[in-house]
């Protein structure tokens, strides 16, 4: 639409909008007249009416979206019926963007929000372009305040968040790296410090190796050895608490289901864009009550040509994310978030193929809990076990971790270490924690500790989203490596201040935050100590006395026992078709481990917020 077909409207009155919502709108017993128009033009039939105002009734969802995700008229042909019913303007920003004047004087927020945005001035009177014509009445006065006499033009939500994003995405990709708290983030983070660290520890063991060997080794082995103890200690009292919590109540009436935004963040994943979409439509929930959105970086030409050849579903968006000084997953979900409509925001990943019914049970632990559960956690497990030994291998651990260890750490009361999938949260309290920091590369686990820290709780749900195993060795150390480093960089942004830490915390948790972070990290970095012992049988390495060695050996042959007995009854629950025999390879596969914690280390030291990408898609279900 032209400025210059606008003139007219804008001459003719300075309130093109006079009626109320419900007088527009109707109900399903007193249908409005714009409706009875859609009907004498046969833009759509009465069945399809009738369901579209039982759906907004039922769902409370606006009719015209309601219309266009039944598919009873396409965008453009309603946002032209609206066009005509309410006397005013079609904008197609494509061929005009908004005065970047005009979206300076509000806030983008509000604005993505509540579907509308400033476009052009005509003389002194400022066209606001509406998505939801209906509500022009109510912002009206605000608007008002703002850019003085105003008038009213439609364009669909879409084009509107488009034109939005056009004149203002720029600052909220800003706001998007800097949305937690300075003190609560990493991104302050100085690699100084930690290089000074490291060489004096490096000097004084040795000059203690030089002239004190004996202390040296003794020393060196008493912390490896503390630190295993450390682990396997949670972990059997993780294992041995057996409280359970009280059964959920049923699921709430259809008209109590909130609107969920599941957001999946996209980078170099053009080759599983069509299989992603394809499970995600296998999720049982109303489609009035969802939407995905898709967070593609802009630089990512691959992705967004691939999803541009798929028919995707109504209920599924776009968005691309600006360029900003930092490419990790957190920026792209804080970026998203200020699109979202739903009052629940999940996070999946790009492989995932999630339980069907598992936005229901989201929805049903929700809405029987208090504000204070922020964030529910499903189970992960992989499609891809037996494609090689790594996948087995990997497979069995992510049966122990989420099948047996976190849901202990659960029941022991501490503070859960988030995934980085499957993650529901309550917006409320998601908006109140900063959301997401863009600088850790675990975010997840970060989130974790701060909503302990501020006294909301995670909860782990029994629905499994299935993933694809990362089976190759190179990328899963590069995997691997990430998730260390993220933790040696969320252990200390936590423990700047450790007698706050310990004050918001409480001791039970504040010492399973040590081991759980702390303990796994330093464990993978002195675990080569350990394997020194091997060279005992063959007579080539002696450091401790033979008091010694012989607890040493029982301690470790008790905790191999203990963990190999977790990973086969974790296994059991997965349902996995993998032979037992392969538990014993485990040993193997936890060396794998220290290379990736060196390697953490190093990144720690060179390339602190590098985000090392994992690919997927090699494998399907």
Known sequence: MSITSLRPLARRTAHPITAKRDDFWGT????????????????????QLMLALAAQAQYQRRLNDSLIIMRAMSEAALYAALSRHWAVGLVDFSESWPEPALVAQCDPLICLQQGWVPWRKLGQTTVIVCAYPEDFAALRPDLEAIFGPVVLAVAPRSSVETAIMARAGAGLARRAETRVALADSCRSYQTTPLIKVMLSVTLAMILCGALLPTVAVFTLFAVTLTLAHAQTTLKAFAVLNRTT????????????????????????????????????????????????????????????????????????????VPTGTIRTKPRALNYGLDHCRGTIIGVYDAEDAPAKDQLRVVANRFYNADDRLACLQGQLDYYNPNSNWLARCFTIEYAAWWRVFLPGIERLGLALPLGGTTLFFRRTALAD???????????????????????????????VTHEEANCRILPWI???????????????????????????????????????????????LFAPVLWTLWLLPLGLFDPLPTTAIWPLAGFGILAEVFLFCCNLAALRKTGHKINPLWLFTMIFYNILASFAAYKALWEMLARPFYWDKTSHGLYDI
């Open 28 to 47: 399903p017993e007193t249908p409005d007249t714009f409706v009875i128009a859609l009907l004498r033009a046969r833009h759509i039939s009465a069945e």
């Open 433 to 463: 924690l900063g959301a997401w920091d863009a600088h850790n590369v675990t975010e997840d686990a970060d989130l974790g500790i701060r909503i302990a820290r501020r006294g909301y709780r995670t909860e782990l749900i029994q629905s």
């Open 245 to 320: 919590r009280p059964m959920p109540t049923p699921l709430p009436p259809p008209k109590e289901m909130p609107m969920i935004s599941i957001m999946v963040a996209l980078y170099k994943e053009s080759r599983i864009v069509a299989r992603l979409i394809r499970r995600l439509q296998n999720l049982d929930y109303p489609r009035d009550k969802l939407e995905v959105i898709f967070l593609i970086e802009d630089n990512d030409t691959a992705t967004a040509k691939a999803l541009s050849q798929l028919e995707m579903p109504l209920w599924l968006r776009v968005l691309s």
């Open 478 to 524: 590069k995997q691997r490596s990430r998730w260390i480093k993220g933790f040696m960089m969320t252990w200390a942004t936590h423990m700047r201040d450790p007698a706050r830490l310990y004050h918001e915390l409480g001791l039970r948790r504040f010492v399973g935050f040590q081991v759980m972070f702390a303990g796994s990290f330093f464990h993978a």
